[in-house]
């Protein structure tokens, strides 16, 4: 299979710059960059604070600042703020993720930034659009709670989240969704002049979408679903089992085809011929007597030899892998699908790209290494043409000469 670069170079000669931390922002900058984008990520004297979080936020700032450049800037200097509106003057696309009251302090509110900047497309990533919640700080967790997704995700009286920042990662792309539909509008429509737009990114209306399902359910049929672990079966098998040397594998057939096929594979003659269980409807009603049988035969399987039944024959099934093993999952590891980046103190890992191909050609960027504290600030500020004497003050290096 062929390769490609920078996704098709799809944002080449876009420049991005990126003043956000933690997950939703850094999301929506990385797939600007992974597109072929310019993305300069400014951070502050010391680097973003994400670099140094451990334990379940370790991967954060590695997975998500993927293919950027990053400028140290002084924020509360003037030399630092000159330095950023030099930048911002060259930018098509601005991502930010302070709150709305300290981004008008600065000065750095869309319509601000919009009146000095015409043409700059500004990405707010926030916890709420316009409404009365839209000054409340939000996380994932939160919006998870907010919304019932934390309640569809876990058993009754027990809400929990979802097992990744979905939330975050999703907002990101729908900000980075939106930037390509104003580039593109602007390129039908008038070109780059003008072409200016603030949008604002909510992460409770994102996770609001992701219910969405569950609440037109009960529009429409005025029903309440109940949480994922006590749903009730649209499927015949749709469920976890566990194998004669105590792997687990989930096993699904959802057709009366499949239903067949499962029984043969298993050797239950007395599921497959009962003449109460010949349609999809009677195979459901009967999930409570027929399930343990299905579970019985696939205890007295080995997992690879139950796994390799179920491939042949072409039926719906998985592993109960955890994340760690996707690392030698061929599927997950096939020619290009997670190039390797490499980090400033010299180690290296992989991690996926985009996930689409595009006639037959994966989309792997180019430029995904991670970039060091400031490691582009000299050559930014070079060619914004910053006099030296400001450099080191804009970046927070040394105090600015005396005036």
Wanted: charged share 25%; with cysteine.
């Amino acid at each position: 299979m062929a390769e490609t670069t920078d996704g098709h170079g799809a944002l080449k000669g876009i420049r991005v710059v990126e003043l956000s931390h933690m997950i939703m922002g850094p999301s929506c900058g990385m797939f600007l960059a992974f597109l072929g984008a310019d993305v300069i990520k400014v951070e502050p004297p010391g680097g973003d604070k994400t670099r140094d979080l451990t334990g379940m936020g370790r991967g954060f700032f590695p997975t998500f600042n993927r293919g950027k450049r990053s400028v140290q800037l002084d924020l509360k200097s003037p030399e630092g703020r000159r330095a950023l509106e030099a930048l911002l003057s060259t930018a098509d696309v601005l991502v930010e993720n302070f709150r709305d009251s300290s981004l008008e302090a600065m000065g750095l509110a869309p319509d601000q930034l919009r009146a000095r900047y015409p043409n700059l497309i500004v990405v707010s990533c926030k916890g709420f659009l316009e409404g009365p919640y839209e000054t409340r700080p939000a996380l994932d967790e939160v919006v998870q709670m907010m919304t019932g997704m934390a309640h569809m995700t876990g058993p009754t009286g027990r809400p929990l989240r979802i097992g990744s920042s979905a939330n975050d990662i999703m907002a990101g792309l729908f900000g980075a969704f939106a930037v390509l539909a104003e580039l593109l509008k602007a390129e039908r429509f008038g070109g780059k002049e003008g072409r200016g737009a603030a949008i604002r990114v909510g992460l409770f209306e994102n996770c609001l979408l992701l219910v969405a399902q569950h609440m037109v359910q009960f529009a429409v049929e005025g029903t309440e679903a109940p949480p994922m672990p006590e749903r009730a079966f649209s499927w015949a098998v749709y469920d976890i089992f566990k194998t004669r040397d105590n792997r687990q594998v989930f096993v699904g057939a959802v057709t009366e085809n499949q239903w067949r096929t499962l029984c043969r594979l298993l050797d239950l003659p007395e599921l497959l011929n009962d003449p109460s269980l010949q349609t999809r409807m009677e195979q459901i009603e009967a999930r409570a007597r027929t399930i343990p049988i299905v579970g019985e035969a696939i205890a007295e399987r080995d997992f690879a030899d139950v796994v390799g039944a179920l491939q042949d024959a072409g039926l719906p099934f998985s592993p109960i892998a955890r994340p760690i093993e996707m690392y030698d999952d061929p599927q997950a590891n096939y020619p290009g699908r997670m190039p390797t980046t490499m980090m400033d103190d010299g180690e290296s890992f992989t991690a996926p790209a985009l996930p689409y191909e595009v006639d037959g050609e994966k989309v792997t960027p180019s430029r995904v290494d991670l970039p060091g504290i400031g490691a582009d600030t000299d050559a930014v500020l070079d060619s914004l043409q910053i006099p030296a004497e400001d450099k080191l003050a804009a970046s927070g290096k040394t105090k600015a000469p005396a005036q």
